[in-house]
């Protein structure tokens, strides 16, 4: 039989979704359903001295207003060790107000219109404190976290950089600027609450369900077997879905006072403060290198943002530590708090801003040495892991440069910035590496055969839109030897086996490898001859030894091709391609999907996202999509991803490696490569808008 994994099949939740019958949170109802509507702070720091909520209060409909001032008692914030997703998240808990947008009081009302209206009629007074709010100012204040997000040290140091560098017979040193981000999905975040017997019910958006059951349980001071958290959909989370954020803290408590379920959506401009953001950076790379390309020393230091009312170190120069070699290395990581919103994971954290430094920086040096810029990544390809000195578990870098520089025309690139034209455009090419580390978690999995010929799987594990539901069908069918629409997937309740959810690009890895140990033993019981009908099975999975032993990552390589208009530095994305190594592919379609999606992401990273702040009052003044940028289908013409043939078998069972985040990572850089190629303008500051390309080009014509 043909193997079912890496099948490019249509995702088996397709029709749900196009015809409406997949529910998300924010489409749930419930029976004598309220609704929710939350007022949000319009200061940057300080504390609340008043509330005056008696106009809200007596509108006819209106059953709750909630405040400081009566909301009930919640376990207080605190660290996590194990996991920051489930530390309690307590709302509406004290007057103090830490960033401009959080929660400072809730209505609940029979309709949603009512619900909004009361809550533009409570007036809120504050005593301010002056906040800081502007990163470059604070920087005297910087810190170093000890470790970032992701459990790695913030620093690292191998030989001597200095002395070497200082001596290097070619050398970059510059500074690279990235914005705040926000994750801008689809899908605003949405919550419903029910309580019913002493057990409280919450239909959510969420990635991570159990880390969701764990924070809410804890936050209302309850059992967690008197909790259920259900997402079944998500439309869209980018890592601004992992925490649990206002609404499904405020909806569990609401119906809890009112006895009947509450629903709470934010608003597209409350995503902007009471959800996360990617926080903005300023990184400095350092390359030296000999004659002939041979890196000698490395340095990748970076500054980001953190919040005042939580700590995130956003691991930005981790990618640097083990992409090329170099015996004079050193990275470092520096945050620095500051009374906005909290920042937290957004698509790639870490390799998506890092590489947009670190891969113009590799580009500046091809230049400075004369030398193409895919044959100086070549020149320093590493034969073990130069930080971590174990072996990669797969190492796919040069095959996807050079299978890349193919496909795309490399050859006919042409090296002096400039030289190539299309009527009013100067066009140029851009390439650059791609790197994401590759991560297996802890993870349980349960199948269960309906029939002698159908089954069906459960676990908590969650489907964001990158088809895990097909995927884990997939996984099942091909082991249990039926057809894929025999395979009924079962996701996103807490009361099913835990998962480390989607997130990291650890999710179907991880739950793949889980549900294949469930399978497995399902099988041995089938063939034992036990009856098969209502017959169950559970599987584990963990890291093991090969997570130490070996440096696992998934690879890829980036080359765009973009013009740039003489007259006015309007920069247009003409054509993309990246090729991607990642493990074996357990669906060709909707892997492929991902990547070009987290390509299309880079593009609006280097080109156009950018959440402003307005240092007056630390609001960001980008709260919508009409002012927050993502390129749309004109901006991306011509974007193709091409996946190699790969085994990890370090990696799990399936050899399998993430692509939820691999394409994003370094396709921005990509692109500010290829605009320096076009017209000569270096734009280290992003995103690349016209305003940074213009002086360049009236140097040109001046």
Known sequence: MDSIIGQAIDRIDGRAKVTGAAAYAGDKHAGNMAYGAIVTATIGRGRVTSIESAAARSM????????????????PFQPRADDRHARPKPQLASDKVQYFGQPVALVVAETPETARAAANVITVVYEKIAGVFELVAASRDAYDPLKSSNGTSSDSHVGSF???????HARVDAIYTTPYQSHAMMEPHASLASWQNDKLTVWSALQLVESAHKSIADTLLLEPDQVEVISEYVGGGFGGKLPVHADAILAGLATRELRRPVRIALTRQQMFHVTTHRPASIQRVRLGADPDGTLTSIAHQSLSQSARADEFAEPIVNSTRSLYSAPHRLTSQRITALDLPVPDSMRAPGEAIGLLALEQAMDELAVALDMDPIALRLKNEPEQDPEKEVPFSTRALIPCLTEGARRFGWDRR?????????????????????????????????????SARHAFVEMDM???GTGSYTVLAQIA????????????????HSSYPDTPGSGGSFGASSCGAALHDACTKLKAKLVAGEGAQGLSAEGHVA?????????????GAHFAEVGVDEATGEVRLRRMLGVFAAGRILNAKTARSQLIGGMIWGVGAALEEEAVVDPRFGAFIT???????????ADVPNVDAVLLDEFDPHANVLG???????????AGAAVANAVYNACGARVRSYPITLDKVLPTLLGRTG
Request: charged share 25%.
């Open 623 to 633: 709260q919508d999509l009409a002012t927050y940028h993502v390129p749309v289908h």
């Open 162 to 168: 200095d002395a070497s560098f200082d001596t290097a």
């Open 543 to 555: 890291p093991g030894e090969d997570y130490k032993k070996y440096s696992q990552f998934a690879y």
């Open 656 to 666: 399998s490696k993430g692509v939820g985040e691999l394409g994003i990572c370094g």
């Open 477 to 492: 069918a091909e082991l249990l030897g039926l057809p894929v629409e025999n395979v009924e997937v079962r996701l996103g």
């Open 414 to 450: 042409r090296k002096r910035p400039g030289s190539t034209r299309d009527g009013k455009w100067l066009v140029g090419m851009g390439v650059a590496a791609a790197i994401r580390g590759n991560y297996l978690r802890k993870a349980a999995a349960r199948v269960t055969m309906k």
């Open 462 to 464: 969650t489907d964001i």
């Open 60 to 75: 006819p409909g209106v059953l709750m207003v909630m405040t400081h001032e009566n909301a009930p008692r919640q376990a």
